[in-house]
């Protein structure tokens, strides 16, 4: 799997410069970048400020918005405002290389935290989406490496079903195009992984990219135990890719790697089937690799992951089925506080939801 680093924020920050660089004798303060109300070089200075504050977070494993900033000398010219993106490029690019891979330092959007890629592919993102908005203010042409754009995608775009085009469809999703058979996008956000905490786990939500790999046979981009990933990490991640591609996979209910704080290797998946009904229920589903069995981990990764769907508006049900000869998983869920369905529950799962023949279903509500 390609990995978003320091590589990637490097090229974005040459592609923006190679571009900019055939305006330098234009009035970058007079014209307006494309659809913002920033002007041209307003536009330019807040790509090297996003690089800042972005790699001084990261360094730091900041929690909150640092007291920083930065400012350029009166009298900068446009060229001189280019050498201040390359080298505040250059201080991001190096900080998501030095980051230990566990790190995750405050971003806003949506919660909260973002680890070194989520960093790289934020810096990525504004470096190609401001140099559209500039280029398109100053009537440049402009159109980035078709991998870059594809990375964003694929990490902070989990949402957004892929298009025709990487880049047309990166445009489309952040408001600045037109994709066929697609409705104008006016409001959007980018998706960080969500991290849940799990006592001695980290739950480390898997984007579509990461997901992509394990299907494959890859390892995600995790360090796993001997052994893992288990299979049923794979097809879950398999199950994601296609709920990607088909535009329907809400990051939010997807699939998490079991990452071991002590040491940062993973030890298991856990995650959801789908999103939540139109009752409220949502199934849980997870494994461990085998030399990380009997330590309590599937306990705690249950539970976090329950209790963090039931304090939702949208789940009033969490389930879980389990093979009936299954007896450690059985005591795995009912120590996170589920309980067996009654006869007419796992009835209806069978005739109306599938579930398969052998498998008894437990229930644990709001």
């Known amino acids: 799997m390609r990995t978003m680093s320091g590589d990637q924020v490097e090229a974005a920050v040459a592609s923006c410069t190679a571009a900019l660089r055939g305006a330098l004798d234009r009035d970058w303060a007079a014209v307006d970048a494309g659809s913002l109300d ?59 290389r030095t980051a230990p891979p566990g790190v995750r330092a405050f971003h806003p959007a949506p919660f909260g935290s973002a680890d070194r890629e989520g960093f790289a592919a934020m810096g990525v993102a504004e470096a190609l989406l401001h140099t559209h908005d500039i280029a398109q203010g100053l009537g440049l042409a402009f159109e980035p ?17 892929p298009g025709p085009a990487p880049w047309p469809t990166l445009l489309w999703a952040t408001g600045r195009g037109e994709l066929p058979g697609r409705a104008p996008v006016t409001e959007w956000t980018w998706y960080n ?58 990051p939010e209910f997807g699939v998490f790697a079991l990452v071991r704080r002590e040491d940062g290797r993973a030890v298991g998946g856990i995650g959801f089937h ?62 996170a506080g589920f309980t067996r369905a009654t006869v007419e529950q796992e009835r209806h799962a069978h005739d109306e939801h599938g579930m398969e023949a052998g498998l008894r279903l437990y229930v644990r509500r709001a």
């Open 274 to 335: 789908g999103a939540p009904d139109d009752e409220g229920r949502v199934e849980i589903g997870y494994d461990l690799v085998e030399g990380a069995r009997g330590n309590g981990y599937a306990t705690e990764a249950l539970g976090a992951l329950t209790e963090w769907a039931l304090a939702r508006d949208d789940v009033d049900t969490v389930l879980a089925s389990i093979e009936g000869d299954n007896l450690p998983s059985q005591a795995v869920v009912s120590r």
């Open 38 to 96: 920033w002007s041209c070089r307003t536009t330019a200075f807040h790509i090297a400020e996003d690089f800042v504050a972005y790699a001084s977070r990261l360094a730091g494993g900041a929690q909150n918005r640092l007291p920083l900033g930065i400012t350029l000398p009166e009298g900068t010219d446009n060229a001189g405002l280019l050498q201040v993106i390359e080298a505040t490029g250059a201080l991001l690019a190096a900080a998501v």
């Open 193 to 250: 992984n969500l991290v849940i905490a799990a006592g001695r786990l980290d739950l480390v939500g898997i984007h579509p990219a990461a997901a992509r790999d394990l299907s494959l046979g890859g390892d995600g981009g995790f360090e796993w135990l001997p052994g893992g990933p288990y299979q049923g990490t794979r097809e879950a991640s398999g199950f994601l890719l296609k709920a990607y591609e088909g535009g329907v996979h809400r």
């Open 145 to 161: 490496p078709a991998d870059l754009a594809e990375s964003v995608l694929s990490r902070l775009f989990p949402h957004v079903q």
